[in-house]
């Protein structure tokens, strides 16, 4: 196949399945301590670059996470260095919200972690690539 985009096409929307947007609404902002820029009854979105050209957005409108099934994607916030995944690290820890799946360990990239939401969905930290 040999499509031919007028310019560069880059992904800028991370959608997440959710079950109960509210309740995953409530986690998000928490978790990234910022307001949504977008609401309506089953879609909210975050900005998830600084720049604001990417988003990462929940929406209860598909099909409903199963929190035990396993999982193949992650959702991945970089950090600057393996010190702030650390001292991330123990701010979440103590977050009864947060479920940690993974404590802090070494991978090829540097410390990573893994939590997951209340629907299962996989979120990985790790310093920046």
């Known amino acids: ?3 031919k ?10 959608l997440v399945y959710v079950s109960d947007i509210e309740r995953s609404t409530d986690f998000y902002r928490s978790l990234f301590c ?3 820029i977008f609401t309506s009854p089953r879609y909210v979105a975050f900005p998830a670059s600084a720049s604001g050209e990417a988003l990462f957005a929940i929406w209860s409108g598909g099909e409903t996470p199963d929190p035990k099934a396993q999982r193949f994607s ?3 916030i970089m950090l600057p260095t393996n010190d702030d995944v650390d001292n991330m690290f123990n701010i ?3 977050n ?12 090829v990239f540097g ?9 299962g969905n996989i979120i990985r930290v790790s310093p920046l690539d």
């Open 1 to 3: 196949m040999n499509i």
């Open 5 to 14: 985009p007028m310019s560069s096409v880059l992904a800028n929307l991370q």
């Open 34 to 36: 910022m307001e949504p």
């Open 74 to 76: 992650e959702i991945g």
């Open 92 to 94: 979440w820890k103590d």
């Open 96 to 107: 009864p919200d947060i479920s940690i799946v993974k404590e802090p360990y070494k991978e």
């Open 111 to 119: 410390l990573t972690f893994l939590v997951k939401d209340p629907d």
